[in-house]
């Protein structure tokens, strides 16, 4: 097992507004380094040499060598959750890891605005979200797939597609189905 216990956590609210934010964050820090991990999780995003971050919806995880944060909790509850999650993710991993075929491949960071750009931006609503500026950010996040936007699959945004999805390639992404 690679961690077993956190040597302190701290919960806390965002500095810009003590204890009138919608969220809290939580600092766990681990006396081992765990940033052998972040090679064998393709579901991670490099962030750093020695970062990694796992999103959910708004929330993240962020992975440090000898610390995991957690934000925009909605409650300690939900924040301690969180944490146990990425412990059990990074025992998992560290016990598969003789199995597992590390990513060496740093991916680019996407840039929203490079998308958006592509996109019909017609503000159809067709994904879900009430913009196209919303599905471009939701899009670089990798929290929707590219197929969502149903004017994107028109003949006459074919070359903007192919732009889009070059784009992912480049950076190391998926656009999703």
């Not at 040597?7 to 806390?12: A, C, V």
């Not at 509850?77 to 990513?103: F, G, Q, S, V, W």
Request: hydrophobic share 35%.
């Amino acid at each position: 097992m690679l961690v077993e216990t956190y040597m302190k956590i701290e919960t806390f609210y965002p500095p810009c507004r003590p204890g009138k934010a919608e969220w809290i964050n939580l600092t766990a820090a681990v006396d081992v380094d765990i940033s052998e991990v972040f090679l064998l999780r393709g579901d991670l995003r490099p962030q750093r040499p020695h970062d990694c971050v796992q999103t959910r919806g708004f929330q993240g995880v962020t992975l440090h060598s000898h610390e995991v944060a957690v934000t925009k909790s909605q409650d300690p509850a939900e924040a301690k959750r969180m944490l146990d999650e990425a412990k059990e993710l990074l025992n998992a991993t560290y016990r598969d890891r003789d199995h597992i075929t590390p990513n060496y491949r740093q991916r680019a960071q996407l840039r929203m605005h490079d998308h958006y750009k592509l996109l019909p931006r017609d503000n159809c609503g067709g994904c879900g979200e009430p913009t196209c500026m919303a599905f471009a950010a939701r899009l670089v996040r990798e929290e929707l797939p590219l197929s969502r936007c149903r004017p994107i699959s028109r003949e006459i945004n074919a070359e903007a597609k192919r732009r889009l999805l070059d784009l992912f390639e480049q950076a190391g992404y998926s656009p999703g189905p």
